[in-house]
């Protein structure tokens, strides 16, 4: 399995922006697609964003769309999400994955089973204050 730590969580008022960092130790970062879901308090988890392995593809849920960017830097084993014009509705843990195959991964964000996502991050938790 990958491990993934995420970081970068915190308090923000509606309006702010965060950016939160997923680093590994893979040594074959670069072979995974990446993504985070988030997951709100009494709610589903939920996807928010992928990224293909290059990082040259992107999918995002219409929810942060145009808000949030998804990127990464393989030099440094790292991913980012770019949150600008956070909503209170934004407040959730965010969780990083990890997937080798990023049509599977985009077919399970969509259709909601995240089974088949083997590598998690523990979540860093974001507040957007109203």
């Known amino acids: 399995q990958v491990q993934l730590v995420e970081s970068g969580g915190g308090v923000v008022q509606a309006g702010g922006s965060l950016t939160l960092s997923c680093t590994s130790s893979?040594?074959?970062?670069?072979?995974?697609?990446m993504g985070w879901f988030r997951q709100s308090p009494g709610k589903e988890r939920e996807f928010v964003a992928a990224?293909?392995?290059?990082?040259?593809?992107?999918y995002y849920t219409d929810s942060v769309k145009g808000r949030f960017t998804i990127s990464r830097d393989n030099a440094k084993n790292t991913m980012y999400l770019q949150m600008n014009s956070l909503k209170p509705e934004d407040t959730a843990v965010y969780y990083c994955?990890?997937?080798?195959?990023?049509?599977?991964?985009?077919?399970?964000?969509?259709?909601?089973?995240?089974?088949?996502?083997?590598?998690w991050g523990k979540g860093t938790l974001v507040t957007v204050s109203s």
């Open positions: 994955t990890a997937d080798v195959n990023y049509n599977d991964y985009i077919s399970s964000a969509v259709s909601g089973d995240y089974s088949r996502i083997n590598n």
């Open positions: 893979e040594r074959t970062f670069s072979r995974y697609c």
């Open positions: 990224l293909t392995m290059s990082g040259g593809g992107t």
